[in-house]
T-cell receptor, first 116, second 110 residues
Framework: GAVVSQHPSWVICKSGTSVKIECRSL??????MFWYRQFPKKSLMLMATSNEGSKATYEQGVEKDKFLINHASLTLSTLTVTSAHPEDSSFYIC????????????FGSGTQLSVL | QKEVEQDPGPLSVPEGAIVSLNCTYSNSAFQYFMWYRQYSRKGPELLMYTYSSGNKEDGRFTAQVDKSSKYISLFIRDSQPSDSATYLCAMSVRGNKLVFGAGTILRVKS
């Protein structure tokens, strides 16, 4: 099956600093990747859709200047949480589609961000 | 009303039991129905993928879709402690983003 690698799996940072999370499709090319946020015991909340070579599309209510997304290649998308604050602490998960089919999403292992 | 409703549980069953997990939805345009399994602090893993109505079986897992009732189910036979996880249903209209349920926590006791 398709493998999506996400790093780091856990990061702790001080308030005001920026954190970058990487998402790679290891054995396939992903023209589209998605970034989700998940709170404890809650479902996945789509933050943005990342398309290779173009600007990301953000969901309503997601600050694009705080959550910078770059999709520079067909196998790599990054999410940078800028000037992180404690309320940004959450579990962030990326996913990629196989064959451009949004119905078949393959997820990374997630990144737990804790902002002190 | 949420587009997709899923009982959060937790659902506790003894090892070997048949587990039934369900979701209801309100958007009759949904065509694709998926079940994901998520272990604690891990990304979801695609378990079952179904297009339109009907049944699909894969090993111990069976997915059912009843579009007339807007109801989908996932059955797990001979449940094992390793099946303990959160199960998320998801659905979409072709080409559109997935809509997830809140997830049901399943605990299989040995």
């Amino acid at each position: 099956g398709a493998v999506v690698s996400q790093h780091p799996s856990w990061v702790i940072c001080k308030s005001g600093t920026s954190v970058k999370i990487e998402c790679r499709s290891l054995d396939f090319q992903a023209t589209t990747m998605f970034w989700y946020r998940q709170f404890p015991k809650k479902s996945l909340m789509l933050m943005a859709t990342s398309n290779e070579g173009s600007k990301a599309t953000y969901e309503q209510g997601v600050e694009k200047d705080k959550f910078l997304i770059n999709h520079a290649s067909l196998t790599l998308s990054t999410l940078t949480v800028t000037s992180a604050h404690p309320e940004d602490s959450s579990f962030y998960i990326c996913s990629a589609t196989l064959g451009g089919r949004n119905e078949k999403l393959f997820f990374g292992s997630g990144t737990q961000l804790s902002v002190l | 009303q949420k587009e997709v409703e899923q009982d959060p549980g937790p659902l506790s069953v003894p090892e070997g039991a048949i587990v039934s997990l369900n979701c209801t939805y309100s958007n009759s345009a949904f065509q694709y129905f998926m079940w994901y399994r998520q272990y604690s602090r891990k990304g979801p893993e695609l378990l079952m993928y179904t297009y339109s109505s009907g049944n699909k079986e894969d090993g111990r897992f069976t997915a059912q879709v009843d579009k007339s009732s807007k109801y989908i189910s996932l059955f797990i036979r001979d449940s094992q402690p390793s099946d303990s996880a959160t199960y998320l249903c998801a659905m979409s209209v072709r080409g559109n983003k997935l809509v997830f349920g809140a997830g049901t926590i399943l605990r299989v006791k040995s």
